[in-house]
């Protein structure tokens, strides 16, 4: 499987969308909004979505409601029957992807724990259609995601995030170890796998992220290795407010 695809499945894991956050004390909120970006050497892939705090500030504990659309696009190499070694052909695939989601939050003074479960869609139109790709046309699963944000000391704190969708067998796992190096600002290295029914790949990279009050920016890069095209840059962007 691509390079693009792995990507594709990471993204619509949603596990780049934003780091937990332990907030300072301010005004209630019920809201998280969020968008962002992935790009490699031949995919990108953009999605938008967002949080709800029903019952509860979004900081605190308590129920939440979540929702995610994505779309992109890719490509990849393969081998049509028809001559000795097959016709090598690259083919052009689209992705669409949504999600809804609910769950629950417990948040202590060091600790950011979140569970979600719900159901997800996926859309994957490839032209010419590669009939020998399972990952294609449309499915719909169960999804399952849970996060965990531990503050382990005043400058250091780590995350990671992990989620499955029974939609083509997707998974996707990332961890981050985060610095704060300046107020508001932190970097770090980030690693993570995931796959999906056609592929596996995995991730060492960094990250830098700026708090801007309930505003975050997080930009992150690195290597992405996978088991079928071998090794890619990635790059990705990720902006969330809160309110």
């Known amino acids: 499987m691509s390079r693009r695809n792995a990507v594709i499945a990471g993204l619509m894991a949603g596990g780049l969308i934003a780091a937990v956050n332990v907030q300072p ?35 605190e504990s308590g129920v939440l409601l979540r929702g995610l659309f994505g779309y992109g696009d890719y490509e990849y190499g393969t081998r049509f029957p028809g001559a000795v070694g097959g016709i090598p052909t690259t083919i052009d695939g689209e992705i669409t992807s949504g999600e809804i989601m609910g769950g629950y939050q417990w948040a202590g003074p060091q600790t950011v724990v979140k569970l979600f479960a719900g159901v997800q869609f996926q859309d994957h139109d490839l032209s010419p259609n590669d009939e020998r790709n399972p990952v294609r046309g449309g499915d719909t699963g169960a999804k399952f995601q849970g996060e965990i944000y531990q503050h382990l000391s005043e400058s250091v704190w780590a995350s990671a995030i992990g989620t499955y969708s029974t939609s083509f067998d ?4 990332r961890a981050r170890l985060g610095f704060n190096v300046a107020p508001d600002w932190s970097v770090g290295p980030e690693g993570g796998i995931f796959g999906n029914e056609r592929f596996d790949q995995w991730r060492v990279g960094g990250f830098v992220r700026r708090q801007f009050g309930s505003n975050a920016l997080a930009l992150n890069a690195g290597l992405a ?17 809160r309110f």
Not at 170 to 173: I, N
Request: glycine fraction near 16%; charge should be negative.
């Open 225 to 241: 290795d996978d088991r079928n095209e071998g090794d890619s840059a990635y790059g990705g962007v990720t902006y969330s407010l």
């Open 170 to 173: 997707t998974y996707w796992t």
């Open 25 to 59: 004390s301010h005004a209630e909120q019920h809201f998280e909004v969020f968008g962002g970006g992935d790009i490699t050497n031949h995919s990108w892939f953009g999605y938008i979505g967002g949080v709800v705090a029903p019952m509860s500030d979004i900081n």
